[in-house]
């Protein structure tokens, strides 16, 4: 018989998949001796059987929960509800990936009000007692009832205005007392039963409400923006507790073995006294640094420092840890490995090396590829912002420099953000019911709430600017404004956020390109020695190209020719070459346009001398480029002394019903081969232009749509004609290559065939993807959230590529290519070339460079390592 | 060394593919000791490699043909260009498949002055040698140099009325002299050089034209509507000439061993006296049928027929014969498989088995499958049609009814059918130019030519109704009318034509469906005796099914739930669910459409009663059944109590750009499961009100556009969910089967998994070809055009199945889909399921059954047959 709960005992920290995290990370604790209360684990199978039995919990596995509790039992020498010495316990999630503030947890589990007798007198101290209790019946309700939060702490908050005090801590037994009192009736009223009272009825429910939270929208979103499949499931971790909350001889913690902003090796957290855990990462209260505990006690503080080094030697990774103090006694309720910003995670890296803890390799694999996005986003343009006044200032929560208009709430940030503008979402504290409109906004800020609160965690996580805890802001939601000091802004004026100091700063302020720290360089220098995969870029003009090889990258995997026409003195031209009757009218347009898009090509190589320059021919439907205002039409008119009203029918004679699956691609070339010609006569006289015999200018000519090896006989023969033609005139000697991008279903299955006439391949998974699912991504939207939210699609195909059905062509498309031309160049140049887990997949396919845009360069290149590491080549 | 050139006595009927089937057949004849004029065939791999080496004919290939003249010479006893015996020779292109008036022929070529003078000696008859020489010049400028014939028909038209004959046999030498003189002043003018003299030379620019004509317009379009490969290439054939122009003993002729027109088993076919192969079939002069050759020499006409028996008996099938009388002499030039009309073709197959002469297998392989649209076409409605009066009589060139607007051009007959319209060529004579208008025309009436004329011989290809040579039709092109018996006809009048009376009548006249005859009823139990694949039909109603089940089908393998939609009594509520805002709203609309689309299906089942049923849920873009009239859209704002304005934000709301790969298919029930609950709803209600023990129901239902199996499981779960309940309240017993689509390119990939869940798999080819290509129907005219014309396509994929590419999917799914689930139901449900190539590959990959358009239904069974025959399962 399968077992779906194991003890503590039971496990160890390769168990992740079935306990969780945090389960495999208890068990694995224990193991090593540290001081862990017992407890035992509900397996992730157990919740994927919950789903499967159509949202219960089977008897058997209920069984096996009794059975388990029953073990507790005897370990602690507790008893579930026995009033003289009772068992209480946490019940929390735990997924194989971490999901902080995504699962629900309740703490206290096991109390009634003959257990809260036994409780006080046991502990002498009916505050605590009652303290424990208010805490259940408030996080039960929430959690288990989905009784809304608010109608308890409007009498929490009510009791504490009638005293005039501020800290929950001055609450006495009496008031609590009466809290608790009223804490049962809105139970009563809203759950419409009395609050349960049989512990083990309390646990099943509990544990029921974790597996239904695995799929509440929140974490639906969460998986969404990470890549996490909904198949994981999550364990449930019931755990015996353990007292913050009874005097001010406990407290409760959370401290990271090195600092997670900076990377530096020194402890670095909060606790607070007289707590338990949800206050300190809530932000209700400003907890103190944990530097302060070795004031307070510096037996515990070296305890808890060794802890700490063993952890992160035992895991070859910094630790993020969950502490509790109990009377004087410390225990440690979750290790895991600690989020950490990009800045940190190199540090950390780089000095874990060198202090000799872990191999390059091991300490790469601890950064995330994705979070080096932060590094390489702007930041302040320093003589701007030393002329700037910060007009406040916050915790550093999450690095980084944010410019944009206030919002006040995260759906209004998620609104304008669609908009295509940019803004800073301001808010006392963030829950994680803000977490779109947090994903939305260039910048948080928070008036509450410390390094480790909410909006701090979610905003490092996400590589986006946070000022938190920033106290001198006070905000008039209804009123839709905010003051400092005095000064009032309004929802839509710009403010700044400096991530990393913590300033905020009035009005716009410029921001500037990344600097590559040294710690990035030390990596990126690691990366380049382990990884095979070459990294190219996506760059259609010198600017682009040389910030791309600022950051690293090998060349050129997709230069894009029509970009180039958008600009105000090009585009007409363009038009009229587009709208022309007779190839005679297209190929003067054309004679127009060959000069400026060669002079673009000699900026672009000149930039990437001796490297490889990929140039796609045109490819976009061409009504794209056509004026949709009355007044540019009537100028394009004009200009071409036709009427407005010809030219409408001209233009509506270019329109299409699925313009995706239209006259774009190679398939512009073939109806007028003189495009094709013209843009080669550019691409080979630039190349001729710049080539030189020490660093020789090799371009590669790119076709795209290709469908049929027909399509590309065709249009080979065209360039070649055209360039050999201009080579020979010029007398010099040019290599050049001509291939193919694969994003046609029907290309990569017939890819043996097109290998034998192509240079190169070039995966364009956006349109493989697209046509693969037969799914538009300007139509995807609204599907795409409502396949989200049901659990048919665990993330977006065209932002995470789809190796199953997509990548599936791919295989096939490379494996066969390889066969018939082992020489040819394989490279992929849709969005998903910055894509880590594509970058795994190209690797693993024998491709010779990914693609991507400039700035994710550095991340395809760590991702390229982290590849090699897994599965060399 | 590859060998380029084949001696006719080198060949036979099996090298079809290498010397193309003229030239194969010619070399059979030879082996069969029948009187075939000697030659040799240059082949398709020449044709192929001319293409390859930049369309110039290789140096060794052009020293093969030298050899191969050097031994016709030897065999003949002839010489090239000596006066005083000269080899001449015809030069005739002969593909692997006919093509009938595509390729280009030159007759007489060797000829040169000196050499006409030797003729002139040879046979004492300077008329005769100037004929040849006049119609030698004429084809070699037309058809090598591309001059036009009109320059040439000019003179030779004038010399005919200076004289005032009729007859081109009235020349006499010395008019012929002078033509020749002209004749040959055009060619320089046009040319720029003297008609050459060498008859290599002749000859190699003639072979060179014949492979360059392999690529003409007409040729492509012809392979196009025949889907036939560009790479096959085109032999070419040079024959020792026999001439039929020497005098009145001499004539050229065409028959065939049975009528083409009818089936019926007589000699058929006509002849000119003093003619050449070129005059018969081009219609200038009408010729006498073949029965008076039996007056004129019974023992010629005696031999005739016996050659036809031989061949006939030889080849097991109808032959169609070339023939040419020189000087009492009968020599054959041709023979192939005869082209038939459909109701012939199955007389001729059932009469050959009767006959003894042909195995069931071997008759059935000798009808086209798409011939038979001939039969299952509309006839005229008899009564109508006795109460009109023909106001003229043409030949019966092939039969069917047609009415339409008379075009006399066939350019305007393109447009008029591109619009919609039915139309009726009206032509003295057409010709290869004519094909595209002819393809577009309901039917052709010609004014001149014969039963073998260029119009009679492509419409019974084409299965287009004909009228040929109804010489009381006078033509006015400028005035655009035509006259009969004094009564003016202008282009856009209707008219009417009975192709298998020759009957034309004025106006419009109904017709009615075709009526199976006893030949088909045979011819199809023979089918049914062999095939194996089953046919199913696509049909939407109770009236569909009925044609389909009368036209042999075996169930509904695609009931469309939508085009019920669009009457006028049922869009309203359905418009009213599009723009529901609520799911309550889009409930109370879906309870007002459940009754009616009940209702519909209940008609289904009860004309389908025994036979397997599949209904398909809601697939096109929502937006589709939306008004776009303003006052429809008045109308619907007004029922929905909404403002237009408002309603026009809805309907924008629902705009997609991409509509094909948008909101549509699964993706619609999935985000409004309520569609699918009432669709199972009025299917399951329909079928449990149809059912009985004695012939239960068992309703299919079909999801489409799944691309992920997360999809369909998805929708399986509230299909069953809705039946089951249903079937539980009934009380009666149901079984049913939930079943997808495969038309999106991952389902095809991620097969294996599908099929766990699913019931069947019905191939959408149409869509799963749009997106394997990246091509959408809707916009692929203009594209499909430049493809075909510039060899990339060679036929339009969504017509024909694309094996190699849309059919490897299907391959790969097929194979993987009843590997994981071997009882899996396969089908195909796309246009291609009527396509004889597309249901010859569903055999192959052993498909339950094919399922197509009513009037398809036969089409498939003959293709399902032979798919049989030649691949037996």
């Known amino acids: ?200 009825e309390q646990l099943i429910l509990s544990v029921t409400a974790v597996f239904r939270s695995w799929n509440n929208d929140r974490a639906i979103y969460y998986r969404r923006m990470n890549n996490i499949p909904a198949e994981w499931g999550t364990a449930v971790n019931v755990q015996e507790m353990v007292y913050g909350n009874m005097d001010d001889t406990c407290g409760t913690g959370v401290a990271f073995t090195r600092d997670p902003a900076t990377g530096e090796n020194i402890l670095y957290g909060e606790y607070l006294m007289n707590a338990q855990g949800e206050d300190v990462v809530a932000g209700v209260r400003t907890p103190e640094p944990i530097s302060h505990l070795e004031d307070q006690s510096k037996e515990l503080y070296d305890q808890f420092e ?10 070859g990774d910094m630790q993020d840890l969950e502490f509790t103090i109990e009377r004087g006694k410390l225990f440690i309720l979750q290790t895991r490995s600690g989020k950490r910003t990009a800045q940190a995670a190199l540090r950390i890296a780089v000095e874990m090396v060198e202090e000799g803890l872990v191999s390059k390799e091991k300490a790469l694999m601890t950064i995330d590829p994705t979070q080096l996005n932060t590094l390489l986003h702007p930041q302040f343009d320093q003589e701007k912002l030393a002329a700037a006044e910060p007009i406040a200032k916050g915790l550093p929560a999450s690095p980084g420099a944010a410019t944009g208009a206030i919002v006040f709430t995260a759906q209004h940030a998620s609104q304008e953000a669609e908009k295509g503008k940019s803004v800073i979402l301001v808010r006392d504290e963030t829950s994680a019911e803000d977490i779109e409109g947090m994903h939305a906004a260039e910048g948080i800020l928070t008036v509450r709430g410390g390094m480790t609160s909410h909006a701090a965690v979610v905003a490092r996580g996400m590589g986006t600017c946070c000022v938190a805890g920033c106290g001198a ?10 003051t400092i000091a005095g000064v009032t802004y309004k929802e839509g004026e710009q403010i700044s ?119 796609r021919l045109l490819d976009p439907p061409l009504h794209e480029f056509l004026p949709t205002e009355d007044e540019e039409i009537e100028e394009l008119a004009n200009d071409l002394g036709i009427s407005v009203a010809d030219l409408k029918v001209k233009m509506h004679s270019l329109e299409e019903i699925n313009p995706m699956l239209g006259h774009r691609g190679c398939r512009l070339a073939i109806s007028y081969p003189e495009i094709a010609e013209m843009q080669t006569a550019a691409i080979i006289g630039a190349a001729l232009a710049k080539t030189t015999d020490a660093e020789p200018i090799v371009p590669e000519i790119m076709i795209p749509l290709v469908g049929d090896v027909k399509e590309f006989e065709f249009l080979q023969e065209v360039i070649r004609k055209t360039a050999d033609k ?87 498309s490379s494996t066969e290519g390889r066969k018939a031309k082992p020489e040819i160049s394989l490279g992929i140049c849709g969005e998903h070339g910055g894509d880590p887990g594509a970058v795994e997949f190209c690797h693993s396919l024998n491709f010779d460079y990914v693609s991507c845009s400039p700035y994710r360069v550095p991340i395809a290149k760590l991702a390229a390592a982290q590849a090699q590491i897994k599965n060399p080549r």
Chains 1, 2 share one sequence.
């Open 306 to 315: 060794e802890i700490g080094e063993i952890l992160e030697k035992h895991y």
């Open 497 to 615: 956020l400096d991530g990393s100091t913590g300033f905020v700063y009035a009005g716009k302020i410029d921001t500037v390109k990344a600097e590559i720290t040294d710690h990035m360089k030390t990596i990126m220098d690691w990366v380049d020695e382990i990884r095979v995969l070459k990294v190219r870029t996506n760059a259609d003009s010198a600017e682009d190209s040389q910030t791309a090889i600022d950051l690293g990258a090998e060349g050129i995997g997709l230069t894009r020719t029509e970009h180039m026409f958008f600009a105000a003195d090009r585009i007409l031209p363009f038009r009229r070459m587009i709208v022309a009757d007779t190839e005679e009218e297209r190929r003067a347009a054309l004679d127009q346009i060959l000069p400026v898009q060669q002079a673009d090509f000699e900026g672009i190589f000149e930039v990437m001398v001796g490297k490889p320059v990929t140039i």
């Open 473 to 482: 802001v006070s905000i008039d939601e209804e009123a839709g404004t905010m």
């Open 726 to 812: 201009l080579i020979a005139e010029s007398g010099k000697e040019l290599e050049y290559h001509v291939g193919t991008m694969i994003e046609i279903p029907r290309a990569a299955l017939t890819s043996g065939k097109i290998a034998l006439e192509a240079d190169f391949f070039s995966y364009g998974t956006n349109d493989l993807t697209q046509m693969s699912y037969g799914l538009s991504r300007d139509d995807a939207g609204k599907i795409l959230d409502t396949y989200i939210h049901r659990g048919i699609y665990d993330s977006d195909p065209t932002a995470h590529l789809d190796i199953e059905g997509v990548g599936r062509l791919m295989t096939m």
């Open 1 to 200: 018989m399968q077992k779906y709960v194991y003890m503590f005992t039971e496990g160890n920290a390769t168990m992740r998949e079935l306990l969780g995290g945090k389960g495999a990370n208890l068990s694995e604790m224990i193991n090593l001796g540290l001081p862990v209360p017992g407890g035992f684990t509900v397996t992730t199978e157990a919740c994927t059987r919950y789903y499967e039995d159509g949202e219960e919990i089977a008897s058997e596995i209920k069984e096996e929960i009794r059975d388990s509790v029953a073990l507790l039992e005897k370990e602690t020498g507790k008893t579930f509800g026995d009033p003289a010495n009772p068992l209480l316990v946490s019940v929390r999630s735990g997924a194989r990936a971490s999901m902080p503030g995504m699962m629900d947890t309740v703490l206290n589990l096991g109390l009634n009000d003959e257990v809260v007798d036994g409780l006080t007198e046991l502990f002498d101290n009916r505050r605590f007692a009652l303290d424990s209790y208010r805490r259940f019946i408030m996080m039960f309700s929430d959690v288990v009832m989905e009784i809304d939060k608010a109608n308890f702490e409007k009498v929490f908050d009510a009791a504490k205005e009638a005293k005039g005090i501020e800290l929950d801590t001055d609450l006495t037994a009496e008031d609590l007392e009466k809290i608790v009192a009223e804490y049962k009736v809105i139970y009563k009223e809203q759950a419409g039963e009395d609050f349960p009272t049989d512990p083990f």
